[in-house]
């Protein structure tokens, strides 16, 4: 997801007690160059090296013939490499788009395999810590750039091990999705991936969940949020979708089951049952207006990276009910039990 505009930096505002402040730098050992050998642009990431960056640092990053795709357009002075590769990533990410689940995850996997490497090669070899992205983490260390160097992982998903147990949990739950169970990482992927989190000097990410599985070497960034929006002031409610396994329509048919309107479900139905037979929907698409009308939103999935959308409403002061999963602050969301409390509340608001 590319940046809107330009990243927020400590040093162009006058600002000194807010989140972005002080400790959200990279602090690298004495001396030690640091190389930023990132993937695609979280705003939250993109603020974080602008505070960061010094002369002879090295941010890296894919790309073709420069900042192409947008999603790796990091600001100037990105070094943007492995042209050959990034245009095989993509291209293996539209062949396989429509693939399922397992298909996919085993397809991008490869293609990340082989940009990591690509990226290897660029490396500034006097670097002597690296802030690197997640997807490349495996594959760094298989081509020998982790060896004599320290480094951070800028984290964008659960490990894999925790996505495991989470979607085995929740399968054990639903039974008889074919979705919830598509995809199982290598076992020695899975361990391997383990093994470099814990040689990890820190782990980085906005994503609260991420960071409570690191409790002594988090190094937790504010989400970015849009300016607050005119309040939605809707009573309806809403699931955000997509309508598959992972992201526990289940649930959300069961805290739904008593509202006076239909329950608004956004995105692709994924599952080959009707999972929502015998409950009124009324299915939405996304755009400018997506929240008009909502008062609250059901989020219960298993995982979540970006919540983006989440971030969104709650700017709008939609109230967000999730789990911890959802990767927001504790304080933006409210927890799924109490929905049946206050949905009438919502209601209420509204009228």
Same mark, same amino acid.
């Given at each position: 997801?590319? &940046?809107? @505009?330009a990243?927020?930096?400590?040093?162009?505002?006058d600002?000194?007690?807010?989140?972005m402040n002080?400790r959200?730098?990279?602090?690298?050992?004495?001396?030690a160059?640091?190389?930023?050998?990132m993937d695609?642009?979280?705003?939250?990431?993109?603020?974080?090296?602008? #505070?960061?960056l010094r002369? /002879?640092?090295?941010?890296?990053?894919?790309?073709?013939?420069?900042?192409?795709?947008g999603?790796?357009?990091?600001?100037?002075?990105a070094? *943007?490499?492995?042209?050959l &590769?990034?245009? !095989?990533?993509h291209?293996v990410?539209?062949?396989?788009?429509?693939?399922?689940?397992?298909? !996919?995850?085993?397809a991008?996997?490869?293609?990340d395999?082989?940009?990591a490497?690509?990226?290897?090669?660029?490396?500034?070899?006097?670097?002597?810590?690296?802030?690197?992205?997640?997807?490349?983490?495996?594959? =760094?260390?298989?081509?020998?750039? $982790? /060896?004599?160097r320290?480094f951070d992982?800028?984290?964008? !998903?659960?490990?894999?091990?925790?996505?495991?147990?989470?979607?085995?949990?929740?399968?054990?739950?639903?039974?008889?999705?074919p979705?919830?169970a598509?995809?199982?990482?290598?076992?020695?992927?899975v361990?391997?991936?383990a093994?470099?989190?814990?040689?990890?000097?820190?782990?980085?990410?906005?994503?609260?969940?991420?960071?409570?599985?690191?409790?002594?070497?988090?190094?937790?960034?504010?989400?970015?949020r849009?300016?607050?929006?005119?309040?939605?002031? @809707?009573?309806r409610v809403?699931? =955000?979708g997509?309508? %598959?396994?992972?992201?526990r329509?289940?649930?959300?048919?069961?805290?739904?089951?008593g $509202?006076?309107?239909?329950?608004?479900?956004?995105?692709?139905? $994924?599952?080959p049952?009707?999972?929502?037979?015998?409950?009124p929907?009324e299915?939405?698409?996304? @755009?400018p207006?997506?929240l008009d009308? %909502?008062g609250?939103?059901? *989020?219960p999935?298993?995982?979540?990276?970006?919540?983006?959308?989440?971030?969104? #409403?709650?700017?709008?002061?939609?109230?967000?009910?999730?789990?911890?999963?959802?990767?927001?602050?504790p304080?933006n969301?409210r927890?799924?039990?109490?929905?049946?409390?206050?949905?009438a509340q919502? !209601?209420?608001?509204?009228?």
């Amino acid at each position: 997801m590319s &940046a809107p @505009g330009a990243p927020r930096s400590c040093a162009s505002c006058d600002e000194t007690g807010c989140a972005m402040n002080r400790r959200h730098r990279v602090e690298a050992p004495p001396a030690a160059r640091i190389a930023y050998v990132m993937d695609e642009v979280w705003p939250e990431y993109a603020s974080m090296i602008a #505070a960061s960056l010094r002369p /002879g640092d090295q941010l890296l990053a894919p790309g073709l013939l420069g900042p192409r795709p947008g999603r790796y357009r990091w600001p100037a002075p990105a070094v *943007h490499a492995g042209a050959l &590769a990034t245009a !095989r990533r993509h291209l293996v990410m539209r062949r396989v788009a429509k693939a399922s689940g397992g298909v !996919r995850q085993r397809a991008y996997l490869a293609a990340d395999r082989t940009l990591a490497r690509a990226l290897a090669k660029a490396i500034d070899w006097r670097a002597g810590h690296l802030v690197l992205a997640q997807a490349w983490l495996p594959w =760094l260390d298989e081509a020998g750039m $982790l /060896g004599g160097r320290s480094f951070d992982v800028a984290m964008s !998903r659960y490990p894999f091990g925790e996505i495991h147990r989470r979607l085995d949990e929740a399968a054990a739950e639903i039974g008889g999705s074919p979705t919830i169970a598509d995809f199982r990482a290598d076992p020695d992927l899975v361990a391997r991936e383990a093994d470099l989190l814990a040689r990890a000097r820190r782990i980085v990410t906005p994503h609260h969940g991420i960071a409570a599985l690191f409790p002594q070497r988090a190094m937790r960034l504010a989400w970015h949020r849009r300016p607050a929006a005119a309040p939605a002031g @809707g009573s309806r409610v809403a699931f =955000l979708g997509p309508t %598959i396994a992972r992201q526990r329509p289940d649930i959300a048919r069961m805290l739904a089951a008593g $509202l006076d309107s239909p329950l608004i479900v956004f995105g692709d139905m $994924l599952e080959p049952a009707d999972l929502w037979a015998g409950l009124p929907i009324e299915r939405r698409g996304f @755009g400018p207006n997506w929240l008009d009308g %909502i008062g609250a939103i059901l *989020h219960p999935a298993t995982l979540t990276s970006q919540p983006r959308r989440l971030l969104e #409403a709650v700017a709008a002061g939609v109230a967000v009910y999730a789990t911890p999963a959802c990767g927001l602050d504790p304080a933006n969301y409210r927890p799924l039990a109490e929905f049946g409390r206050e949905s009438a509340q919502i !209601r209420a608001r509204a009228a």
